[in-house]
């Protein structure tokens, strides 16, 4: 670096605090003289985020809210389930017919209904084992693709969530 350059620098330097303390002062004159209006538009500023934050509070407040009540709601249902699966099987050998029961059945089914609660896992579906749980794999010639051969235990879904996965037997390709 030449001589000439370094006293250039050195004057930009100098030069540089003086105009530093011109723009702090006259800043702060102009706060000073526009107190009254920084001061509303402080509160107003302030006034719009609590604003903000508070419909954000109030939106996860509703968010949570919906997702305690899914999970009591499917606390609950995974409960019956055992019940609902007796009662099928009661149904499915012919007790139920004449009784009192069965009206019980439709009840509890209808209950299930109207809150989401669906069965899954039929003869012929295809395999996924992200829902059904194989309990026996059997070869078979007349597949292609893994296919529930027999259903032991339904599934149930609640909305997107998997209450209990179906057990089942699967026909497998050979």
Not at 82 to 88: F, K, R, V
Not at 94 to 107: I, M, Q, T, Y
Not at 130 to 149: C, D, F, K
């Amino acid at each position: 670096m030449s001589e000439g350059q370094e006293n250039h620098e050195n004057q930009n330097e100098d030069a540089a605090p003086e105009s530093t303390d011109e723009v702090d002062q006259e800043l702060a004159d102009l706060v000073e003289e526009t107190g009254p209006i920084s001061k509303e538009a402080e509160l107003l500023a302030d006034l719009q985020r609590l604003q903000a934050e508070f419909v954000n509070y109030k939106a996860r407040v509703e968010r949570d809210r919906d997702v305690a009540r899914n999970s009591a709601i499917a606390e609950v249902l995974r409960a019956i389930l055992p019940a609902l699966d007796d009662l099928s099987r009661a149904e499915a050998h012919g007790d139920l017919e004449g009784s009192p029961f069965a009206a019980v059945v439709g009840k509890l089914r209808n209950a299930g209904d109207k809150f989401g609660l669906k069965a899954f896992g039929e003869k012929g579906d295809k395999f996924d084992p992200e829902i059904h749980n194989a309990l026996v794999q059997t070869p078979s010639a007349e597949v292609t693709e893994n296919v529930i051969a027999d259903v032991v235990e339904p599934g149930f879904m609640f909305g997107d969530r998997l209450l209990r996965p179906a057990m089942v037997a699967v026909h497998i390709p050979v």
